[in-house]
């Protein structure tokens, strides 16, 4: 889907900071600028694998140049803008508009730009040695990667004798390369044996989206009416890619109750796999914006979506309103209430990689309040009731991961109410500041990673003490509790319902502080903070074969992400400039379980239990301390190698220009960037990258 921020370039100015558009001095006078920056030649010069540290960037050496353009003609009211950068054949953006007063208004921009793949680690060999041989055909460091090239055009015209305003706009994405394809084939198997492996290859890619529309605005008195229709398509010109699967299938000892099907025995062979759903959809919607009063305001939306799978034929229709009132009944206090709505239609059974979604209603209700209190302050308070109707629920139970222990349900309905107050301060331009508390309550979630209750709370400041000094904080802490109570594993397939409830803390914080204390220097610093504190569930259980499971009802999780960056421009004398950038980021994050060994009864109803792997001469069944031990290498393992993030990165650019006589410019820009990856050194990388650019403006 295309992004409105691609017509962000056409009101861009030259590289030196002047604006692309000139302003009249002469009425009636049409004037023109224009600038041409060449970038000279791009070296790019990088140690590691670049994939990571170079994950938007071509990596290619290439001589690039940007070229601005505007026309202004005041008598007939037309004004022309266009920009174009060009890095390389595969990376560039352009974009143009054209006003005629209210005339018309047509606009157009394009992008293309590479996305960097890399070949992450799979740990199932090294987890569980049951799911060997893991077969990787990606070479070791290799760098591939996806082009994505976008495009969006924009038309609008008024009728000379008419209130009405007709429009069309189209825009389209399309996506070409090589992918990481990795699966596990016991996604469609009751059991593995020998056979079940993982699998990493390349997988190309080749689809393009597009979207065309059109419509017309209506302005009737104080209310305008818009009517859209549109139609999108999307499509992969690949055939789909297959991978081996291990058969005959047997189905679990308790099949799926009806109207569900149970798929029926498979031979072992090559199957479809990760199939893109290719599908076509056309949508029509109302809009109005209506002002009834100086007190009151209406904006209203309606919409209609019928999609076709163009692979299973199947049908998915979407209905979806949104409405909201403003409303000022008194001078100081203002009321908004808003409601919203999604329902999503269809009468087809999913199976496996048939897509589809469940049919649903969705839909929100809120009310806010805003009161202008004396001596600069403001109290709002809120609420918000959401809920969701799942009404064909019983079409998606767990009949499509056979043998699973996922904690994962779809449940009827849920809903969840939202409360919230908060006091808002405002000093004239020296000072604001806002603060509140929020709660949110569940009911009957449905997952287990839903909370039941939600808290927080929030505080944000930005003062501006001096003239040259302006400081930002805004502070953030959520408490989440009350989850659903989590069903531990037993080796003998009971559920034992524990009386540990999961429970989450967040902390954000993000502080900057900007100086403009010499006259062309400004000075900007900054510093986040994020930390979430996580007690869950952790556990390690083997194919039924060995028959043992290891868990940890109260394992720790910890996530701590800080970022410092600093930026600086200086210009001196109007003629030299320099600016900086520098950012770090350092994320660690892992679960922390108790791998102490010493005492394995401390891990509760986690009894390693083992039908003829015991030690020999032990009694059946019986505790095996060479499984307890080798689940506790894996459990090991997968709270380090496989579930630890530490990645810290920099990144950093400068750039010095001079404007020469005669509107000549010229500079040298250098970027920066490194990669670490603690557990893959494989991902570490090191991206320069340097190239001198001069240019006229005229």
């Known amino acids: 889907m295309m992004s409105a921020g691609l017509f962000a370039p056409l009101s861009g100015g030259a590289p030196s900071g002047q604006s692309a558009v000139p302003t009249a001095t002469e009425t009636g006078t049409a004037f023109s600028s224009y600038s041409l920056v060449s970038g000279g030649y791009r070296l790019v010069d990088g140690t590691g694998f670049l994939g990571r540290v170079g994950e938007y960037d071509s990596l290619q050496q290439s001589a690039g140049t940007d070229v601005t ?128 492996h993982f ?25 305008r009416l818009t009517w859209e229709h549109s139609f999108s398509n999307f499509n992969d010109r690949l055939t789909f890619p297959t991978g081996i699967y291990a058969g005959p299938f047997v189905p679990a000892d308790e099949p799926p109750p009806s109207p569900v099907p149970v798929p029926p025995s498979i031979p072992a062979g090559n199957y479809f796999l990760d199939i893109p759903a290719p599908n076509q959809a056309s949508t029509d919607s109302v809009s109005m914006t209506w002002a009834i009063s100086p007190e009151l305001g209406f904006n209203g939306h309606v919409s209609y979506s019928r999609l076709r799978d163009t692979l299973t034929r199947n049908s998915q229709n979407v209905f979806g309103t949104d409405e909201t009132v403003n409303w000022n009944p008194l001078e100081r206090l203002r009321v908004t209430a808003d409601y919203h709505q999604n329902n999503r239609i269809n009468n087809f059974t999913p199976f496996f990689n048939l897509y589809g979604n469940v049919s649903y209603h969705d839909h929100s209700e809120g009310l806010r309040l805003g009161y202008e209190l004396p001596r600069g302050f403001e109290v709002e308070s809120y609420y918000r009731r959401s809920g969701i109707t799942r009404s064909n629920a019983f079409l998606w139970p767990q009949a499509y991961s056979f043998d699973n222990t996922d904690l994962l349900t779809v449940v009827p309905s849920t809903f969840s109410n939202t409360t919230g107050l908060a006091l808002r301060y405002r000093d004239g331009s020296l000072w604001s500041a806002r603060a509140g508390y929020e709660w949110t309550g569940t009911h009957n979630p449905g ?72 006259h062309g220097w400004n000075l900007g610093l900054g510093y986040s903070y994020q930390q979430n504190n996580l007690t869950t569930y952790m556990g390690f259980q083997n194919d039924a074969a060995a028959n043992y499971v290891l868990d940890e009802p109260v394992v720790p999780y910890k996530q701590i992400t800080q970022a410092y ?134």
């Open 69 to 196: 353009t505007a026309y202004v003609s005041p008598t007939s009211h037309v004004t022309v803008v266009s920009r174009a950068n060009v890095l390389s054949g595969e990376d560039y953006s352009a974009g143009a508009q054209l006003t005629a007063g209210e005339r018309l208004r047509v606009a157009f921009a394009i992008r293309s730009f590479l996305q960097q793949q890399d070949n992450y680690p799979f740990y199932a060999g090294a987890m569980s040695p049951d799911l060997l041989p893991i077969t990787n055909t990606i070479p070791s460091g290799a760098n591939f990667a996806v082009k994505r090239r976008l495009g969006e055009a924009y038309a609008r015209f008024k009728t000379p004798s008419l209130p009405v305003h007709l429009f069309v706009k189209g825009n389209w994405e399309a996506r070409v390369g090589v992918s990481q394809l990795s699966y596990l084939d016991e996604n469609a198997t009751s059991t593995c044996g020998d056979s079940c």
């Open 199 to 223: 699998s990493t290859q390349f997988q190309p890619v080749n689809y393009t989206t597009r979207d065309v529309g059109g419509g017309a605005d209506i302005d009737i008195g104080p209310m």
């Open 447 to 518: 997952f287990l990673i839903v909370p039941q209750s939600n808290n927080r709370i929030f505080a944000s400041v930005t003062a501006t003490p001096v003239q040259w000094l302006v400081l930002t904080n805004d502070t953030s802490v959520i408490l989440q509790n009350a989850f659903p109570a989590i069903v531990l594993l037993r080796s003998d397939g009971n559920g034992v319902a524990g009386d540990f409830q999961r429970s989450n803390r967040f902390y954000t914080d993000a502080a900057s502080a900007t100086f403009r204390s010499v």
């Open 565 to 698: 960056w600093g930026e600086s421009t200086y210009t001196f004398k109007e003629r030299l400039g320099l600016s900086a950038m520098v950012t770090y980021n350092s994320a660690r994050s892992g679960l922390r379980p108790n791998l102490n060994t010493a005492n394995p009864a401390r891990f509760g109803n986690a009894q390693l239990i083992s039908e003829g792997n015991c030690d020999l001469g032990a009694p059946q069944p019986c505790f095996s301390p060479s499984l307890f031990q080798q689940a506790m290498a894996n459990l090991q393992l997968g709270s380090t190698v496989v579930s630890q993030v530490i990645v810290p990165q920099w990144t950093g650019q400068t750039r010095a220009y001079y404007l020469f006589p005669r509107k000549f410019e010229g500079g040298v820009v250098f970027y920066y960037g490194s990669y670490r990856d603690y557990w893959n050194p494989n991902l570490n990388g090191v991206l320069r990258t340097f190239n001198v650019y001069i240019g006229r403006s005229w």
